[in-house]
């Protein structure tokens, strides 16, 4: 069984440019969630997503927005790109809405030059 | 506001040592705790926790948790080069669902 897929794997961009990450969870999984992690803020909560809706936001400004597809694969995207937004992103997967393990993606590492 | 907090942030030891990292949370409506082994790459999944005090054991990795003094400890005995890595604890909260609060982790080096 495929585990979490993420798409690019590394990524360099331009400040002021915006970037679309991309998330294929485990097959059967309908529940997939974003993280930023960085040395200094360790691993953040972005969003998370079941059936195409957003549950749950965490605390980052408008320029980073998400989506679901049907087939539940996932989108993130950050626009107007700041220095700080140089990082790991990381998504997961779960089967349901809650009571099962969490897996995650290798994740994208993003440089904002 | 959900807080996780390891300790401690960077431990050294030797090879086949035992070590002991902390992790203690103060979280609304508690679900679940997890653990995760991250090396240079995704963390990969070690534990989760839902119940006080009952341990749970894979190989030379153990970690119980206390719900009622809101921490869990995680156990490596026997230790080898391959269990350098920062260790992760996270909670799952009142929001729930796939919002895990992750703790800073603690960075674990075993030196042959």
């Known amino acids: 069984k495929a585990g979490v897929t993420q798409t690019p794997r590394y990524l360099i961009k331009t400040r002021g440019q915006q970037v679309t990450l991309s998330c294929s969870p485990i097959?059967?999984?309908?529940?997939v969630s974003w993280y930023q992690q960085t040395p200094g803020q360790g691993l953040q909560f972005l969003f998370e997503?079941?059936?195409?809706?957003?549950?749950n936001k965490g605390n980052f400004p408008g320029r980073f927005s998400g989506r679901q597809f049907s087939n539940s694969r996932s989108e993130m995207n950050v626009s107007t790109l700041e220095l700080g937004d140089s990082a790991l992103y990381l998504c997961?997967?779960?089967?349901?809405?809650?009571?099962?393990?969490?897996?995650f993606g290798e994740g994208s590492w993003l440089t904002v030059v | 506001e959900d807080k996780v907090v390891q300790s401690p942030l960077s431990l050294v030891v030797h090879e086949g040592d035992t070590v002991t990292l902390n992790c203690s949370y103060e979280?609304?409506?508690?679900?679940?705790l997890l653990w995760y082994k991250q090396e240079k790459k995704a963390p990969t999944f070690l534990f989760m926790l839902?119940?006080?005090?009952i341990e749970k054991k894979s190989g030379r990795l153990s970690s119980i948790l206390d719900k009622k003094e809101l921490f869990s400890i995680l156990n490596i005995t026997a230790t080898q080069t391959g269990d350098s890595a920062v260790y992760l604890c996270?909670?799952?909260?009142?929001?729930?669902?796939?919002?895990?609060?992750f703790g800073q982790g603690t960075r674990l080096t075993i030196n042959p």
């Open positions: 997961a997967s779960r089967q349901g809405q809650s009571g099962n393990t969490i897996y």
């Open positions: 097959s059967g999984h309908r529940s």
């Open positions: 997503y079941f059936s195409e809706t957003q549950r």
């Open positions: 979280v609304t409506n508690f679900r679940s």
């Open positions: 839902t119940s006080s005090g």
């Open positions: 996270a909670v799952v909260g009142a929001q729930g669902a796939q919002k895990l609060v």
